[in-house]
């Protein structure tokens, strides 16, 4: 979940996925799902609809598919994941750009279930650094992430919450998270993470408390010095 004062996450779920809907309220309870809204706009499905709304966004992730075209029609910045299709062929164009995530790029498999999501990830993250620099909370527990903490996180200047609790992150926590001035809590339990050997944060308080036997399974709670 990647939050700020004024935006949050929405699906935009057609008929086939409709059923979808409570599994990913459950798991996101500030989702909005505008085109299930049929106290608004009654039964049935619009492109137009679609574009309009999709002009509201800051991203979107979308596999190829007729809703990821009518979101680059409201010139929305676009993640495209694409599988068995040929992406130079039938990308969405869009004047917030278009970057194309394909399966094959991670293996022979044209399933778009091979596409791991730490690549996914980073090319949301690059991008919202972009179009919505303003993130307050960045939540991405138990999404089974894999690799190291991006440097670039802490390129979010004003970033309160920082969860990646629960993954396979791995390495060094990156140096500069301290300098963040707004970041109030850090959740790295779960993970094999280290601090670094030369880390001196200004913290009034530095809680460092171990998740499982693992010396480097970390959570940090901390709060800074204004």
């Not at 979808?20 to 608004?40: H, K, T, Y």
């Not at 809703?67 to 910045?77: F, I, N, S, V």
């Not at 992150?169 to 339990?189: N, R, S």
């Not at 030369?198 to 809680?207: A, G, I, K």
Request: aromatic share 8%.
């Amino acid at each position: 979940m990647l939050n700020r004062p004024d935006a949050v996450p929405a699906f935009f779920l057609g008929p086939d996925e409709a059923d979808w809907r409570d599994e990913i309220a459950a798991a996101v309870p500030s989702a909005l799902f505008p085109e299930q809204r049929q106290d608004i706009w009654g039964e049935g499905f619009s492109p137009l609809r679609a574009i309009a709304l999709g002009q509201c966004l800051s991203l979107a992730v979308s596999n190829d598919c007729g809703t990821g075209h009518m979101l680059a029609a409201a010139d929305c910045p676009l993640i495209s994941l694409f599988g068995p299709t040929e992406a130079e062929k039938f990308k969405p164009i869009t004047a917030g750009g278009c970057q194309v995530i394909h399966a094959l790029d991670f293996g022979d498999s044209v399933d778009m279930d091979a596409i791991p999501v730490r690549p996914v990830l980073d090319a949301v993250l690059q991008k919202l650094l972009l179009f919505a620099p303003g993130l307050k909370t960045i939540s991405l527990s138990g999404n089974h992430i894999t690799g190291t903490i991006p440097s670039f996180i802490r390129s979010f200047v004003v970033l309160e919450v920082l969860c990646l609790d629960a993954n396979r992150i791995e390495g060094t926590i990156p140096g500069g998270l301290e300098k963040l001035e707004h970041l109030e809590c850090l959740f790295l339990g779960g993970n094999q993470l280290s601090l670094p050997h030369d880390v001196t944060p200004s913290f009034t308080q530095l809680v460092l408390s171990f998740a499982s036997t693992r010396a480097t399974d970390v959570i940090v709670v901390f709060s800074v010095v204004s």
